[in-house]
């Protein structure tokens, strides 16, 4: 009898002419109709989230260096569906394996986002589904659906939410209550979460065009203003191993990377543009100025414990020689590892995880305290006469031999993982070496500047030892 009448609540809960819940958690159902969504979603750190090696990794070992208390902590993030659907549960997350997973499972999926009901917590993935046959997305008056019923929701309205569905995963806090990564929580205290000024996380992470939204023989689906939303999500992370739309996701990284941050000198009060960010001065102080440009969130964010971005500078004669050098990290080392021993001067951009003992923190699990002292902060007010309206960050060195500098190069360079972490889950049997040498160095367009002894002080430096551009 049981039986009989959860079947018919079953029939009940599916609209006759509309998929099956089942089916709409597919996201090759979703394919039909959303070519282009979802080309761009395959390739993208979401479609790739159950996949990634590391995250595989890290579980694995986590799982066994807790003792099984780690249970569905990194998975709830990673394979949300797969801990909803009851398929990964705390008894048996140490086996997670992703090619045991239906695809309906496996990631950060269609459903999972678009069948959101509410917003329970601002960290550790406080969505809420529905579990229904509605289909939710931040176009009004949405067009009706063969496949599904449709919602406007303003949860997912890009010019108007606030960005709670993004932050809701993106801010991480352990049960300890440390705050390992604060994506949201940065964006609420910056300009861009402002009623007059707002950017939420999909007006840069997922750019609007205009465009249509679904496209099937059949349906009657109209362009719409702003409508069609990009599915790569692009920020620094990107796949490891072999994995479909890798060009186009590299190409994603780079172009939301390049205007973020750069080497700039402060912004004039009048005019738009602004030196360079080097400037030599009596007696030998070097200075090189770090800044964000329109972030709405520190640099690096997200696990930026695991990030590590830092400076590299380099002074020279007339003949090329070398007066002065700091940050040339040799492929496949860390930069901590030379600023704990050949380059103390070394500027680094990352949180300092530290484990109970005060010791350097490798994974998150371990983590007692995090010093964020060392991020750059995203901007948190449009007014110059503001204190907070200048946020950069400045490197100084004190260079003896500075008579003999006729040109300085600086640049940053930012890695999404320290090898030494990659190198200990190798170590530890949980991850394949091969992972290791396809992790890429990345640079910004605007993250690099040259000084010149000859027009040092000239154009928009003047009156300054900067230089011009």
Same mark, same amino acid.
């Given at each position: 009898?049981?039986?009989?009448?959860?079947?018919?609540?079953?029939?009940?809960?599916?609209?006759?002419?509309?998929?099956?819940?089942?089916?709409?958690?597919?996201?090759?159902?979703?394919?039909?109709?959303?070519?282009?969504?979802?080309?761009?979603?395959?390739?993208? %750190?979401?479609?790739?989230?159950? !996949?990634?090696?590391?995250?595989?990794?890290?579980?694995?070992?986590?799982?066994?260096?807790?003792?099984?208390?780690?249970?569905?902590?990194?998975?709830?993030?990673?394979?949300?569906?797969?801990?909803?659907?009851?398929?990964?549960?705390?008894?048996?997350?140490?086996?997670?394996?992703?090619?045991?997973?239906?695809?309906?499972?496996?990631?950060?999926?269609?459903?999972?986002?678009?069948?959101?009901?509410?917003?329970?917590?601002?960290?550790?993935?406080?969505?809420?589904?529905?579990?229904?046959?509605?289909?939710?997305?931040? @176009?009004?008056?949405?067009? &009706?659906?063969?496949?599904?019923?449709?919602?406007?929701?303003?949860?997912?309205?890009?010019?108007?939410?606030?960005?709670?569905?993004?932050?809701?995963?993106? !801010?991480?806090?352990?049960?300890?209550?440390?705050?390992?990564?604060?994506?949201?929580?940065?964006?609420?205290?910056?300009?861009?979460?402002?009623?007059?000024?707002?950017?939420?996380?999909?007006?840069?992470?997922?750019?609007?065009? &205009?465009? @249509?939204?679904?496209?099937?023989?059949?349906?009657?689906?109209?362009?719409?203003?702003?409508?069609?939303?990009?599915?790569?999500?692009?920020?620094? &992370?990107?796949?490891?191993?072999?994995?479909?739309?890798?060009?186009?996701?590299?190409?994603?990284?780079?172009?939301?990377?390049?205007?973020?941050?750069?080497?700039?000198? =402060?912004?004039?009060?009048?005019?738009?543009?602004? =030196?360079?960010?080097?400037?030599? *001065?009596?007696?030998?102080?070097?200075?090189?100025?770090?800044?964000?440009?329109?972030?709405?969130?520190?640099?690096?964010?997200?696990?930026?414990?695991?990030?590590?971005? $830092?400076?590299?500078?380099?002074?020279?004669?007339?003949?090329?020689?070398?007066?002065?050098?700091?940050?040339?990290?040799?492929?496949?080392?860390?930069? &901590?590892?030379?600023?704990?021993?050949?380059?103390?001067?070394?500027?680094?951009? $990352?949180?300092?995880?530290?484990?109970? *003992?005060?010791?350097?923190?490798?994974?998150? $699990?371990?983590?007692?305290?995090?010093?964020?002292?060392?991020?750059?902060?995203?901007?948190?007010?449009? !007014?110059?006469?503001?204190?907070?309206?200048?946020?950069? %960050?400045?490197?100084?060195?004190?260079?003896?031999?500075?008579?003999?500098?006729?040109?300085?190069?600086?640049?940053?360079?930012?890695? =999404?993982?320290?090898?030494?972490?990659?190198?200990?889950?190798?170590?530890?049997?949980?991850? !394949?070496?091969?992972?290791?040498?396809?992790?890429?160095?990345?640079?910004?367009?605007?993250?690099?500047?040259? $000084?010149?002894?000859?027009?040092?002080?000239?154009?928009?430096?003047?009156?300054?030892?900067?230089?011009?551009?």
């Amino acid at each position: 009898m049981r039986l009989w009448i959860a079947g018919l609540l079953a029939l009940a809960a599916c609209s006759d002419d509309k998929y099956s819940v089942e089916r709409l958690q597919d996201p090759n159902t979703c394919l039909d109709c959303h070519a282009q969504h979802y080309k761009e979603w395959s390739g993208s %750190m979401h479609a790739y989230a159950a !996949d990634d090696p590391v995250f595989i990794a890290m579980n694995r070992r986590g799982q066994r260096e807790t003792g099984g208390e780690l249970g569905t902590f990194c998975i709830n993030c990673h394979a949300p569906m797969a801990v909803l659907n009851g398929t990964i549960t705390a008894d048996n997350a140490a086996d997670f394996d992703p090619n045991k997973l239906s695809p309906a499972e496996r990631g950060i999926t269609c459903y999972f986002c678009h069948n959101v009901e509410k917003v329970t917590k601002d960290h550790n993935n406080g969505l809420v589904l529905a579990m229904d046959q509605t289909m939710r997305g931040g @176009v009004k008056n949405p067009v &009706d659906s063969p496949a599904h019923d449709s919602a406007y929701d303003p949860l997912m309205k890009g010019t108007v939410n606030n960005s709670e569905m993004c932050g809701s995963c993106h !801010d991480i806090v352990l049960p300890n209550g440390v705050a390992i990564e604060r994506t949201f929580k940065e964006w609420k205290q910056g300009v861009f979460s402002k009623p007059d000024s707002k950017l939420t996380c999909s007006s840069c992470h997922m750019k609007p065009t &205009d465009g @249509v939204i679904a496209d099937r023989e059949g349906l009657s689906v109209v362009s719409r203003p702003l409508g069609f939303h990009e599915h790569t999500f692009p920020a620094i &992370d990107q796949a490891l191993t072999p994995w479909p739309e890798m060009e186009a996701q590299a190409k994603g990284i780079q172009e939301i990377l390049d205007p973020s941050v750069g080497i700039i000198g =402060p912004k004039p009060r009048t005019g738009t543009r602004s =030196p360079g960010g080097i400037c030599l *001065d009596q007696p030998g102080i070097l200075t090189v100025r770090i800044d964000s440009l329109n972030l709405g969130h520190s640099f690096p964010s997200g696990s930026a414990f695991d990030r590590r971005v $830092w400076l590299e500078v380099t002074a020279y004669r007339a003949d090329d020689s070398i007066v002065f050098q700091s940050g040339k990290v040799p492929a496949g080392t860390d930069p &901590d590892e030379l600023l704990a021993t050949t380059d103390p001067r070394l500027f680094g951009l $990352w949180d300092r995880a530290t484990k109970s *003992d005060g010791t350097p923190a490798h994974f998150f $699990w371990e983590i007692a305290a995090v010093d964020s002292s060392k991020l750059l902060t995203g901007s948190v007010t449009f !007014d110059q006469n503001d204190p907070a309206f200048d946020h950069s %960050m400045t490197a100084r060195y004190n260079v003896p031999s500075f008579t003999e500098i006729e040109r300085i190069e600086a640049q940053l360079f930012i890695r =999404p993982l320290p090898y030494k972490t990659l190198h200990s889950l190798v170590q530890s049997g949980d991850l !394949d070496p091969a992972v290791i040498p396809r992790m890429k160095t990345l640079t910004s367009e605007f993250a690099k500047s040259t $000084w010149l002894k000859s027009t040092a002080g000239t154009g928009l430096a003047a009156g300054t030892n900067c230089n011009p551009e």
